[in-house]
């Protein structure tokens, strides 16, 4: 895949618009069939989100059923599993935010099935999969169709915990399932029906369903498995108590607005800004617990890997890449299909592949293509506004650079910069760099928060730069102020 990479680097256009360049989008392309037809899978199909623009690129390729040698469409249907967890954390989140629960809110009191021995959950606990539950995959993906009273049941039972609630990430379908069972009593709708009230009827995702009764005639995906060389029909799964945790049914065009709804929650609002409620509780999903466990970055093959720094947030992997910086992602394997999703949410792009091969593995796919546009220099990391307090900080350091004295503006000092370095220390130094730099254009105020920021000058002999770091006080003071002089080569 990294030999994919070079030639992108090398074929792909300058960052424009959307559609993808044609060059980049037909390797991308490439990739993905060829992926497909060595793993082998029956069928595939991807697409491409940028912000604001949604599906910029889409793919298919193969045959949604084995059988009769039906084809991959666009429109085909999907289930794409685990991916189904982000609908379901983002509608808990959206109660917390309405204040009809609370993430910290113990369990039994929404679900008073748990009373006696699950007195020590949490919501957030189970949005993190932090519940003390043991991994269930393989047990819970078959549980999908189980009934409401027998999950009923199985809840006044109890179930075993693996760990003590609390210790660390552990993943369980089964709390998800349990946070589905939280909308249905918290809305007095099935879960179902409150998630598509409140996710697939406003995005237009009209071909996504939780029941399979719903997909056309003809335009499922159907599930196979590859055993004794030959394909395998899976058994098909209706709708149940599980599918908070993995039920959904969609498609490419249908999905790409939903990866498009995430993107939207970028960048936020400047501080002291007002944005929609709704945006902040997008962004929430990406807040993880837990210790970071470190990954390396799907379907890197080079060494030494690049390694991904991950946490669980709601319904999404949430990681540091060496290269993309942030991105969330997650898979979704089930009997008879298997779905990857990664998105930048930064950079303002995203990326999905769906199969109908169990438990099939596209996630190296994904990150494939998602780093190939990065590396093609079309993701591009959000700007932050120059807020009006930074803007105050930079004149003033302008002033000193002017002067050379560090004092020359000592309202704009907070109390620690002469304490942590004196004025005689900082002034030398200064003069050191201004020797050395020669004549500088006006600079370039770059912002990295509404607190901080980055002066750049370009000088005739290189360029001057200047950090600054303000202190938490009401008027802009420097608590920070760092020099860096980069000479050019000659």
């Known amino acids: 895949m990294r030999a994919l990479l070079a030639a992108v680097l090398l074929a792909a256009a300058p960052a424009t618009a959307a559609p993808l360049p044609a060059d980049l989008a037909a390797r991308i392309d ?48 999907f289930r794409i599993a685990s991916m189904t967890k982000a609908f379901t954390a983002l509608t808990i989140h959206e109660l917390a935010a309405e204040g009809k629960i609370r993430l910290d809110d113990p369990v039994a009191r929404h679900v008073p099935e748990m009373a006696g021995w699950g007195d020590a959950l949490t919501i957030t606990d189970l949005v993190h999969h932090m519940a003390g539950f043991v991994t269930d995959d393989p047990w819970g993906d078959r549980q999908t169709p189980l009934p409401e009273a027998e999950f009923t049941a199985l809840l006044k039972a109890g179930v075993p915990f693996t760990r ?21 009593n918290v809305t007095g709708q099935p879960f179902e029906a409150e998630i598509a009230r409140r996710r697939f009827q406003p995005l237009g995702m009209n071909a996504t369903t939780f029941n399979l009764a719903d997909v056309p005639q003809g335009k499922l995906a159907t599930g196979w498995r590859w055993e004794d060389q030959q394909w395998k029909r899976e058994p098909d799964m209706a709708p149940g108590t599980f599918g908070a945790m993995g039920g959904v049914i969609t498609t490419v065009p249908d999905y790409a607005r939903w990866i498009d709804h995430l993107l939207s929650a970028w960048p936020a609002a400047a501080p002291g800004t007002a944005e929609p409620k709704a945006r902040a509780t997008i962004r ?27 946490v669980y947030g709601g319904g999404l992997r949430v990681g540091e890449d060496c290269t993309m910086g942030r991105v969330a992602f997650h898979g979704g394997g089930y009997p008879g299909y298997g779905s990857h999703m990664v998105f930048a949410p930064d950079g303002g792009w995203g990326v999905f592949v769906f199969s109908n091969n169990t438990y099939a593995g596209p996630a190296g796919l994904a990150w494939a293509a998602l780093m190939a546009i990065q590396e093609a220099g079309l993701m591009k990391a959000d700007a932050l506004p120059v807020s009006p307090a930074l803007q105050t900080a930079a004149a003033g350091v302008e002033r000193i650079l002017a002067s050379g004295r560090v004092a020359a503006d000592p309202a704009l000092l907070a109390i620690n910069l002469l304490m942590d370095r004196d004025a005689a220390h900082r002034d030398a130094a200064l003069a050191a760099i201004r020797s050395r730099t020669g004549r500088c254009d006006a600079p370039l105020l770059t912002a990295a ?8 000058w370009r000088c005739r002999n290189g360029t001057l730069s200047a950090q600054l770091l303000l202190a938490p006080t009401p008027s802009p003071q420097l608590q920070a102020l760092d020099w860096r002089f980069e000479a050019d080569e000659r």
């Open 30 to 77: 490439e990739n993905m069939r060829a992926a497909a037809n060595m793993a082998p899978w029956p069928g595939i199909a991807w697409g491409i989100v940028k912000r604001g623009e949604g599906l910029v690129h889409s793919g298919h390729h193969g045959l949604a059923d084995v059988a009769s040698e039906r084809k991959v469409e666009a429109d085909t249907r």
């Open 284 to 310: 929430s999903l990406l807040r993880g617990e837990g210790s970071p466990r470190g990954i390396n970055r799907p379907g890197d093959g080079n060494v030494p890997f690049c390694r991904v720094a991950v």
């Open 164 to 184: 003590a609630p609390g210790l660390t990430h552990e993943y369980s379908n089964l709390g998800y399932a349990i946070l589905g069972r939280v909308i249905r």
């Open 449 to 456: 928060g509404a607190l901080e920021g980055t002066l750049r």
